[in-house]
């Protein structure tokens, strides 16, 4: 049986416009499919205005007791509801799940050698009874980065690595296809130009972007993902813009150099 | 079969002491439940830290857009979430839930003749199929006062009537014992002395105490509600002090007249 894991960009979510568009998409969907989404901005401004200070470390946001405090509410309160009470609008049964709920994502509180990264986890493991049950019943998870720790800890992950995860797991009893939305049209071997989409990215094609510099920053620990994701089973990845979802071709297709050598003959 | 659907004040969850007796309490019980928290101070505080300015109506805050995003936050998202990582650390198999999670409370935007009551919803209905499909697979739902109008917009209702409507819809299917957790032993005739329980109560002493003054503000909706519940077919509603959960005479039983006259004969 198939089944879709579609990760959004918290940024996809304050764009009114953008979320109607993308439920719209939601909502015409057939097969079963578990909705993973992100922060986006909204926490940030939500800490400026309580006077809470920014710390990053890499580009990763370090994750005080008080930033912690913010980012729950504003992912898997005020982001997850928003979402999910969007869906049951359009006749979608979702279910708003943080990792704590049916103990869906345990995850470890990231140990730095020298750096306190906080209230940080990285994904230890997705439970698939909780998802099953909701899937069965025919109810599309909606699911946020927050995580616990398994001991009555709240932990701040990253959502690309839950999407990640989450495939992986569903990949036991599932044709699984992860899809990253995302606000381009793939991954761009011209940053300005959305005509410049790589249709079909392998390891060694990664690679050789990654070493002339064309492929950066946040687009690598999105594309590591992916790459791993399909490694450890997950049939299909893709990253596509939001409007093109449902769109078979769509995007760019990550895929090993093996299944490359089938495409090609 | 038996279900008891307990209510728990958001100041409960503040407690951290308290908080953690409950989870064990919640823990050592065999029987299905449902739990349904409310908000306490800390929205408030947050709201203040933000300077959003507070407006109440006969008790009531009015929620702007503004206080609903930061209610969403703080119930749907902190609270919630905080006391699911809870539970499932003591090995309950939680799933917090809001009304627009699984489509399961729907609230009707409460229209003031005079009055602009904001985000502020009033029960409409509970949906069965998401609670059924959890309680039978052992899952404990833990549900938050916030709700939707089925429209996609999010509104902040009264935990104890969403503790009385639930249990009125799972009484169609189960014994349900409802059960307003609070930070008395009982209703009181003394509110200086614990010692003043009142065991029973039936409408017509309801109406007694309420005349004398000696019920009074904040009692008196939760009584109502309660006394709604067991007119609308709840088998037994009780009022207690969370440190009483599992002890069956504890705190006041709400009563009808004819339910008393079988205790007396």
Same mark, same amino acid.
């Given at each position: 049986? +198939?089944? +879709? ?28 499919? =578990? &909705? =993973? ?7 940030? %401004?939500?800490? $400026? ?16 007791? $008080? ?6 509410? =504003?992912?898997?309160? *005020?982001? !997850? ?14 279910? /708003?799940?943080? /990792?704590?709920?049916? !103990? ?6 990231? $140990?730095? %050698?020298?750096?306190? *990264? ?7 493991? =997705? ?8 899937? %069965? ?14 001991? /009555? ?25 992860? &899809?990253? @939305? ?17 249709? @079909?990215?392998?390891? #060694?094609?990664?690679?050789?972007? +990654? ?5 950066? #920053? ?12 399909? #490694? !450890? ?26 299944? *490359?050598?089938?495409? $090609? %003959?």
């Amino acid at each position: 049986m +198939k089944c +879709k894991v579609i990760k959004i960009g918290g940024a996809l979510i304050e764009d009114a416009g953008l979320l109607n568009r993308l439920c719209r998409k939601f909502a015409s969907m057939t097969s079963p499919f =578990v &909705i =993973v989404h992100g922060g986006g901005t909204f926490a940030g %401004q939500f800490a $400026e205005r309580l006077g809470i200070p920014r710390k990053m470390i890499d580009g990763r946001r370090v994750t005080d007791r $008080e930033t912690l405090e913010v980012t729950v509410m =504003v992912y898997a309160g *005020w982001i !997850n509801k928003t979402l999910v009470a969007r869906l049951q609008a359009l006749g979608v049964n979702a279910c /708003g799940l943080s /990792g704590c709920d049916l !103990n869906l994502v345990q995850a470890d509180r990231r $140990e730095g %050698q020298s750096i306190d *990264w906080g209230y940080v986890g990285d994904v230890r493991l =997705v439970r698939m009874g909780g998802l099953e049950l909701l899937l %069965q019943a025919g109810v599309v998870p909606v699911i946020s980065p927050i995580t616990h720790d398994g001991k /009555g800890v709240l932990l701040n992950s990253n959502a690309d690595g839950i999407a990640a995860a989450v495939a992986e797991t569903l990949g036991m009893c599932y044709d699984v296809e992860l &899809i990253y @939305c995302f606000d381009k049209k793939g991954v761009l071997t011209d940053v300005g130009d959305e005509g410049s989409v790589i249709p @079909c990215l392998t390891p #060694s094609l990664y690679e050789k972007y +990654k070493q002339s510099g064309m492929i950066h #920053s946040g687009m690598i620990p999105k594309l590591d993902n992916a790459f791993k994701s399909v #490694s !450890n089973g997950v049939q299909a990845v893709r990253l596509i813009h939001p409007d093109d979802l449902g769109q078979p071709d769509a995007g760019t297709r990550i895929i090993l150099e093996k299944q *490359w050598m089938r495409v $090609e %003959q």
